[in-house]
């Protein structure tokens, strides 16, 4: 396990750096601008953006869900391709659409490849509502996978890369190595798994193999049998060519028992094969001196913009601190993983110094009710909304002044990169991505505040360490510069994505 470095090609006559000409296939069962739950989408829509921006042949592969249609309706174009895909003993229709409005970029070749299917992704949620994960997340998964390598075949697009993303797409690594490993169009194709969250594997009961298509003879330990369940993540880490996850720390912390969620031992296999690429953000939608959703925008330099953002924010809020009270906020999936426990147990000694708290999510039933009840008892303190909300996150990132991310393991995490863009200074769990990102030594170069044992204590302890220098105004504008200096652009990243792809395999 390694970080890939920086290739070291001779720029070309632009001075920019030369890329070995490659086709690329991106699939991700989110991707912004067209769905989103969480940062895969973020990661799979940038990145795929910033190939395009690189003048590369890009194609992106993701579900047509009914809030993809609600958001592109007039700009969806029909390719007019009907497939049959086995689904068990079912046949199911794929349908194949593309974004009109992508053909009108000035440069590069991106092509996002839509799958639609009206029975699995006509649905209100992308993989299930509050209560829990639909029940046919099996078949519904299966069906884009195997979509995806079947319009392949029927347009003869012959990719050089698949990159693949978390156990929605974990058996397409597998299939070519089983059910498709015949099919011409991908002889020359490497296949690459990018590990967002060890914590969601895909789980499914023995059925699924059947739904899958692939036989008994791959439900045994060495396959994608995990505890007498089907794991559609294992079939792609047994499977990929290449392993990435989403930054350095996570990478060495997945071959450990206690982040590995059962599958340490067969990630320390791969361990040659397995690199850790950080994430980056997308700095033009996330930029405060140009966001739209913004209505005072603000830079490094200017900030009189931000307190005016923090002033909107308590009053659309009803919160009743001044520009003095610190403002804390979380936004975030409301599930374990991100330490709701932790917040909601922290929250009365958080109030008790002086703070004012401001939190958006959504997810688990349990997490809405606890904060509800806490947000109840300190009214004018305390906005909790719950809830998917872009406009209200860009305003709360800008609004604040303390980002809280308390979360027991992130893979990455973009909320406190989008947070420090936005100068609103960290306090986080000290673990994966959180560490590769925050500058959390006192020094000149500090950018946020990490605490390194998980409990309530621990947290408000550093949250009352980050209070003491919001109070020393020069310190903390320093905290805010450094914070809105550093570099999360995606370009590096997406070099060393291009590097792994040309690595020749062990
Ligand atoms: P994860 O992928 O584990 O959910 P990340 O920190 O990597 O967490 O990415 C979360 C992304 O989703 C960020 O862009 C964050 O701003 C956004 N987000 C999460 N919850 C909400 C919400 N309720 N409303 C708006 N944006 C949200």
Same mark, same amino acid.
């Given at each position: 396990?390694?970080?890939?470095?920086?290739?070291?090609?001779?720029?070309?006559?632009?001075?920019?750096?030369?890329?070995?000409?490659?086709?690329?296939?991106?699939?991700?069962?989110?991707?912004?601008?067209?769905?989103?739950?969480?940062?895969?989408?973020?990661?799979?829509?940038?990145?795929?953006?910033?190939?395009?921006?690189?003048?590369?042949?890009?194609?992106?592969?993701?579900?047509?869900?009914?809030?993809?249609?609600?958001?592109?309706?007039?700009?969806?174009?029909?390719?007019?391709?009907?497939?049959?895909?086995?689904?068990?003993?079912?046949?199911?229709?794929?349908?194949?659409?593309?974004?009109?409005?992508?053909?009108?970029?000035?440069?590069?070749?991106?092509?996002?490849?839509?799958?639609?299917?009206?029975?699995?992704?006509?649905?209100?949620?992308?993989?299930?509502?509050?209560?829990?994960?639909?029940?046919?997340?099996?078949?519904?998964?299966?069906?884009?996978?195997?979509?995806?390598?079947?319009?392949?075949?029927?347009?003869?697009?012959?990719?050089?890369?698949?990159?693949?993303?978390?156990?929605?797409?974990?058996?397409?690594?597998?299939?070519?190595?089983?059910?498709?490993?015949?099919?011409?169009?991908?002889?020359?194709?490497?296949?690459?798994?990018?590990?967002?969250?060890?914590?969601?594997?895909?789980?499914?009961?023995?059925?699924?193999?059947?739904?899958?298509?692939?036989?008994?003879?791959?439900?045994?330990?060495?396959?994608?049998?995990?505890?007498?369940?089907?794991?559609?993540?294992?079939?792609?880490?047994?499977?990929?060519?290449?392993?990435?996850?989403?930054?350095?720390?996570?990478?060495?912390?997945?071959?450990?028992?206690?982040?590995?969620?059962?599958?340490?031992?067969?990630?320390?296999?791969?361990?040659?094969?397995?690199?850790?690429?950080?994430?980056?953000?997308?700095?033009?939608?996330?930029?405060?001196?140009?966001?739209?959703?913004?209505?005072?925008?603000?830079?490094?330099?200017?900030?009189?913009?931000?307190?005016?953002?923090?002033?909107?924010?308590?009053?659309?809020? $009803?919160? &009743?601190?001044?520009?003095?009270?610190? %403002? /804390?906020? @979380?936004?975030?999936?409301?599930?374990?993983? #991100?330490? *709701?426990?932790?917040?909601?147990?922290?929250?009365?000694?958080?109030?008790?110094?002086?703070?004012?708290?401001?939190?958006?999510?959504?997810?688990?039933?349990?997490?809405?009710?606890?904060?509800?009840?806490?947000?109840?008892?300190?009214?004018?303190?305390?906005?909790?909304?719950?809830?998917?909300?872009?406009?209200?996150?860009?305003?709360?990132?800008?609004?604040?002044?303390?980002?809280?991310?308390?979360?027991?393991?992130?893979?990455?995490?973009?909320?406190?990169?989008?947070?420090?863009?936005?100068?609103?200074?960290?306090?986080?769990?000290?673990?994966?991505?959180?560490?590769?990102?925050?500058?959390?030594?006192?020094?000149?170069?500090?950018?946020?505040?990490?605490?390194?044992?998980?409990?309530?204590? $621990?947290? &408000?302890?550093?949250?009352?360490?980050? %209070? /003491?220098? @919001?109070?020393?105004?020069?310190?903390?504008? #320093?905290? *805010?510069?450094?914070?809105?200096?550093?570099?999360?652009?995606?370009?590096?990243?997406?070099?060393?994505?291009?590097?792994?792809?040309?690595?020749?395999?062990?």
């Amino acid at each position: 396990m390694s970080t890939p470095h920086l290739p070291k090609r001779p720029p070309n006559s632009c001075g920019k750096p030369r890329y070995r000409p490659m086709r690329i296939a991106l699939m991700s069962s989110e991707a912004v601008p067209f769905s989103k739950t969480g940062g895969l989408a973020d990661v799979a829509g940038t990145l795929f953006k910033e190939y395009t921006g690189m003048g590369l042949d890009v194609s992106l592969f993701v579900p047509l869900y009914d809030s993809t249609v609600k958001r592109l309706h007039n700009r969806l174009v029909n390719l007019e391709l009907e497939i049959d895909i086995p689904i068990g003993n079912e046949v199911k229709k794929c349908r194949v659409f593309s974004d009109q409005g992508l053909g009108r970029e000035p440069k590069g070749k991106g092509t996002v490849y839509f799958v639609a299917n009206e029975e699995y992704f006509g649905r209100s949620e992308l993989y299930g509502p509050a209560e829990g994960d639909y029940p046919d997340n099996d078949a519904r998964f299966t069906f884009f996978c195997r979509s995806v390598l079947e319009i392949c075949i029927r347009l003869d697009l012959q990719f050089d890369v698949l990159h693949c993303n978390d156990w929605q797409t974990g058996l397409i690594p597998l299939y070519l190595k089983t059910l498709y490993r015949n099919e011409s169009v991908f002889k020359n194709a490497r296949t690459v798994l990018t590990i967002h969250n060890m914590g969601y594997q895909g789980l499914f009961p023995p059925s699924a193999l059947g739904i899958t298509g692939l036989g008994h003879e791959f439900f045994h330990p060495e396959g994608i049998e995990f505890y007498g369940k089907v794991n559609f993540l294992k079939a792609g880490l047994i499977s990929a060519d290449i392993l990435t996850t989403v930054s350095p720390t996570y990478a060495r912390e997945i071959l450990l028992p206690e982040k590995g969620f059962g599958l340490d031992s067969v990630l320390k296999k791969r361990a040659d094969a397995l690199f850790g690429v950080l994430n980056g953000i997308d700095t033009s939608e996330w930029d405060p001196a140009s966001d739209s959703l913004l209505h005072d925008k603000y830079s490094k330099t200017a900030l009189e913009g931000k307190a005016r953002c923090k002033q909107e924010l308590m009053s659309r809020c $009803s919160l &009743a601190g001044t520009q003095e009270t610190p %403002l /804390l906020c @979380f936004i975030g999936r409301l599930s374990s993983q #991100k330490g *709701i426990d932790l917040l909601v147990e922290a929250m009365d000694e958080l109030i008790s110094a002086g703070t004012d708290l401001f939190i958006l999510g959504k997810g688990d039933d349990r997490f809405q009710r606890l904060l509800s009840e806490q947000a109840g008892r300190y009214p004018g303190r305390i906005y909790f909304r719950v809830g998917f909300d872009e406009a209200m996150a860009h305003l709360a990132y800008a609004g604040a002044d303390i980002f809280l991310m308390p979360s027991i393991y992130e893979p990455c995490g973009l909320g406190q990169m989008i947070a420090m863009r936005y100068g609103t200074i960290p306090v986080a769990y000290s673990t994966g991505g959180l560490v590769d990102t925050i500058v959390a030594a006192d020094g000149p170069d500090k950018t946020g505040f990490l605490f390194d044992d998980h409990t309530p204590a $621990s947290f &408000a302890e550093e949250v009352r360490k980050a %209070l /003491l220098i @919001f109070r020393r105004k020069e310190t903390w504008h #320093k905290l *805010i510069t450094n914070a809105m200096e550093k570099d999360f652009s995606w370009e590096r990243s997406a070099v060393m994505y291009l590097e792994l792809y040309g690595k020749p395999l062990n």
